[in-house]
Structure formats: structure tokens, C-alpha cells
């Protein structure tokens, strides 16, 4: 139900249209929970049956309309329950290690190749988190901002200080798969292959 609470927790900064939360989870939530609109769509339409949100028609354009979702009283105390209550860890599922344990199958330039790719696409993703990091500081991040809009400093202070926490929890984790990666390249040279 992760998709779910990332749903809600984009609900509670303001009320959205389906388009809009989309939008706005591929700038905010998207960094930390992937989720394509074929799953944010039904998701809400689920999420409204069960009370956790409330759907209200608005206009948009010159004949159409949309439905605008806010969270209910229930979604908060949903949400709420889920941040109060200890994760719940499952079994890894991770195709990179699994590919690695069986890099003796592969050719030598395959293997330095996986290893670089993973170094490249760390890298890019450190870049992002950073960039991220600096508009939630600078409060430029149009979420963020209409989140601590009306709010005390403190209150914006605490706000902004768990969420650029968390984008540095996702960079310390991408520096490590950097440093396993380079460790693996080291590894394909040390065991004769090309890197």
C-alpha cells in the first residue's frame, strides 16, 4: 500500500486534480516512490471508494471538467496510522546482485560495462537528489512551498528538515552502489578482464 500513502502524503500539501497529483509526484514523491499514471489513476478512483479521499468536479477548459481530490478526515487518520506504525521489511528482490554473482558468465567488457552503467545511472540520480536538496533549502520547490505556505518558521523549519533528511539518506545509498561498483570494475581487471 506504499503507492497509497504516497498519494495521500501528496494530498496533504493541498487539494489536486489526478493530472496535477501526477504531475506533481514525478517532481516531489517520484524521487523516492516510482509510480506511472497507469497505477496513480486507478489508485485514487480506490482511494476515494474507501473514504480516504473526496472527489469534487471542477471546470477546466471551456467545456470539460476534471475532479479535483482533497483528503478526508479518515485519509489523514490513515496516513497518520502508516507514519506511527514500525516498517514492515520484505525479502530483497534485487536483479543487480543477481546479475553480479553470475558475471563469470560474461564476457569481461560485458561485466566492466554492467559495473559503469551502475556508476552512471548512481551518479545521475546523486545529481537529481542534490538538485532537489537545494530547492526544498531554498523552499523553490513549488510542493514544498505550498506546503509550508501559513506556516511558522519552526513549523516550515521542521517540515523542510525531514524531507531534505530523507533525499540524503537516498544519496549516502547511491554513494555506496557507486563504491561497489567501482570495487566490482576493480574486481573484472584484478580476475584478467578488460575494464
Known amino acids: 500500500m506504499s503507492l497509497r500513502n504516497a498519494l495521500l502524503a501528496m494530498l496533504t500539501s493541498q487539494p489536486m486534480t489526478g493530472y496535477d497529483v501526477y504531475k506533481n509526484f514525478q517532481t ?10 497507469s497505477q496513480i489513476y486507478p489508485e485514487l478512483r480506490r482511494m476515494e471508494q474507501d473514504g480516504l479521499i473526496s472527489g469534487e468536479t471542477v471546470p477546466w477548459g471551456k467545456r ?16 497518520q496510522e502508516w507514519l506511527n506504525t514500525p516498517p514492515e521489511y520484505q525479502r530483497e528482490r534485487d536483479p543487480v546482485r543477481l546479475r553480479a554473482a553470475y558475471l563469470e558468465w560474461a564476457e569481461p567488457a560485458a561485466s566492466a560495462d554492467f559495473f559503469r552503467a551502475h556508476i552512471e545511472y548512481h551518479s545521475a540520480r546523486i545529481a ?39 533525499y540524503e539518506g537516498m544519496i549516502a545509498r547511491a554513494e555506496v552502489e557507486i563504491a561497489w561498483a567501482e570495487k566490482g570494475l576493480e574486481l ?8
Open 188 to 195: 573484472v581487471e584484478r580476475l584478467g578482464g578488460q575494464s
Open 64 to 79: 470539460g471538467t476534471k475532479k479535483r481530490y482533497s483528503i478526508t478526515d479518515a485519509g489523514v487518520e490513515s496516513f
Open 28 to 37: 516531489s514523491v517520484g524521487y523516492v516512490w516510482h509510480a506511472p499514471d
Open 128 to 166: 537529481d537528489w542534490e538538485e532537489m536538496i537545494r530547492t526544498l533549502r531554498d523552499h523553490s520547490n513549488p510542493t514544498l512551498a505550498r506546503r509550508i505556505e501559513g506556516k511558522s518558521d519552526e513549523e516550515a523549519e521542521r517540515i523542510t528538515a525531514y524531507k531534505v533528511f530523507a
